[in-house]
């Protein structure tokens, strides 16, 4: 039997707010972790790239092997899912969590408070006049919109940088370059008795006692997949795959320039920035059967939506890391420096500084609603240790595209004209499916349910029908909501960290 009374997969802001929860509760916990990756950037590598379908990411990359995960991508967005995330909507295929939100709201506030940020902040009541007075530079019809808060850390959270800390002070034990192959149960399969893992070229065996997956929607799958595990169901593993499709849907004009920061980014303290997305009201999503998508107001300073110019955004969203060091490859700073309006919006969002602006692009950030077509199987192409690789077949819903014109009224009868603003484009204009892109937070392909039939894992994150095995990353959520999922993700994980030492 393992030594260690918990071996986790993967070195990310999973593994370390489960690691942080377990230790916080046991100190005498002893842990192991085991990370594919190193400390270099291992963003792409041959051993672990995958196939993708016919709707393509458009943003590259989307995952990160390597030692911190994606947390070494992660732009530090925080906001909760919202309450009607959590409950079954008949109009949403396989909607509803067997949690509600109040049993996670603990968790969030822990996460919180190790982020150092308040976590009332996300309530419009809780604001100040300031605030207050921000959000209403946009009239919204409060029957029918409603904000949503999202912060944004000015100090990044790496996880690379916590574990080395948290080190200092507990039996942790890191093996870096060691990729998890493949699961072995025992006789009856209600326990995983050891793992393989890819050592360096090698393949080596270790024991275990408790096993947690936190390794990501692709990765965690392709692993179950090549562990050919009976009691996990063919039906339901793999399939409705999500992410959160965004992109730059409409644009609208008003009569005078308009100075709204709330609604792209605002200076709040020297530890945050916060800014109001809006959307639906629970009542009109349910009255109209839509899902629960947000947008972005961003100033805008060419008219009409450019195909090119989103291009270019999806680039330096791609290259952000070097951005953050000074390191702009020569031809993306070019095609910056030659396109005036793209130049305008990141000087604006980078510096904080303000400008009154006529245009404003409604920046959607989508639920994808679950499919079982939306998928990820194994490839026939193979590893170095002759593990077949992840097959990502993307797919975005007619039902899904359709929602955006709905969303489309919805603005122009209502936020535009309340506004005194016209929109730009027509609804016909939209070419929504070539121009969405993913925003990296790849979920629902282990997900969590009451039964063995239609989820992977229990309100526990246990696997069905094993006693040691457990997953916790975005692969368990049943649906993405419209919030960036790696705040959920950490509370999630200090939530099974306190049920694991309960």
Not at 288 to 315: Q, V, W
């Amino acid at each position: 039997m393992s030594d260690y009374d918990y071996n986790i997969v993967g070195s990310g802001p999973a593994s370390f707010f489960l690691c942080l929860s377990i230790l916080n509760r046991n100190p005498n916990a002893k842990i192991r972790i085991f990370e594919a990756g190193n400390k270099r950037n291992l963003v792409k590598s041959q051993n672990f790239s995958y196939e993708e379908g016919e709707q393509k990411f458009n943003l590259d990359p989307t995952t990160f092997i390597g030692f911190g995960g994606t947390s070494n991508l992660w732009h530090n967005v925080v906001a909760p899912l919202d309450e009607e995330d959590f409950q079954e909507r008949e109009w949403i295929n396989n909607s509803g969590w067997p949690i509600k939100k109040e049993e996670l709201n603990f968790y969030y506030q822990e996460v919180a408070n190790f982020l150092n940020f308040d976590f009332n902040l996300f309530n419009a009541s809780s604001h100040d006049k300031f605030l207050k007075e921000e959000t209403r530079k946009i009239v919204i019809d409060e029957d029918v919109f409603e904000n949503k808060f999202f912060l944004q850390l000015k100090k990044p959270f790496r996880a690379v940088d916590e574990f080395i800390a948290l080190k200092k002070k507990y039996s942790i034990d890191i093996l870096l370059d060691h990729q998890v192959l493949k699961l072995k149960f025992n006789e009856n399969l209600s326990e995983v008795k050891r793992i393989e893992a890819g050592v360096l070229g090698q393949k080596k065996e270790f024991e275990v006692k408790n096993l947690i997956i936190c390794c990501g929607a692709i990765e965690t799958t392709r692993l179950l997949l090549n562990s050919n595990i009976e009691t996990i169901s063919n039906d339901v593993l793999g399939h409705n795959f999500m992410d959160h499709p965004m992109g730059n849907a409409f644009q609208m004009k008003y009569q005078e320039k308009k100075l709204t920061k709330m609604y792209s980014d605002l200076n709040f303290s020297k530890q945050l920035k916060i800014k109001s997305a809006i959307k639906l009201h629970q009542k009109t999503q349910m009255k109209l059967r839509l899902p629960n998508h947000c947008f972005y107001l961003r100033p805008a300073f060419a008219e009409g939506i450019d195909n090119s110019t989103e291009k270019m955004k999806l680039k330096l969203l791609a290259i952000r890391e070097k951005i953050l060091k000074y390191k702009l490859p020569i031809a993306e700073g070019f095609e910056l420096m030659t396109n005036i309006n793209l130049a305008r919006q990141i000087l604006l969002y980078k510096t904080g500084l303000s400008a009154g602006h006529l245009l404003a692009d409604y920046m959607f950030v989508t639920e994808q609603t679950p499919t079982r077509e939306s998928n990820i199987s194994l490839s026939e192409e193979k590893d170095i240790y002759g593990m077949p690789k992840a097959k990502i077949n993307w797919e975005i819903s007619e039902s899904d595209l359709r929602s955006l014109d709905k969303y489309y009224d919805l603005c122009k009868n209502f936020l535009t004209k309340d506004n005194n603003a016209n929109f730009t484009i027509n609804k016909e204009d939209i070419a929504w499916k070539k121009r969405l892109a993913s925003a990296a937070h790849h979920l629902g392909t282990a997900r969590m349910g009451a039964n063995q039939k239609n989820s992977v894992v229990d309100k526990n994150l246990r696997v069905h029908g094993s006693k040691n095995l457990y997953i916790s990353d975005g692969s368990v959520f049943p649906t993405s909501g419209n919030a960036n999922s790696t705040y959920t993700i950490m509370a999630l994980s200090m939530r099974l960290g306190s049920y694991l030492e309960n």
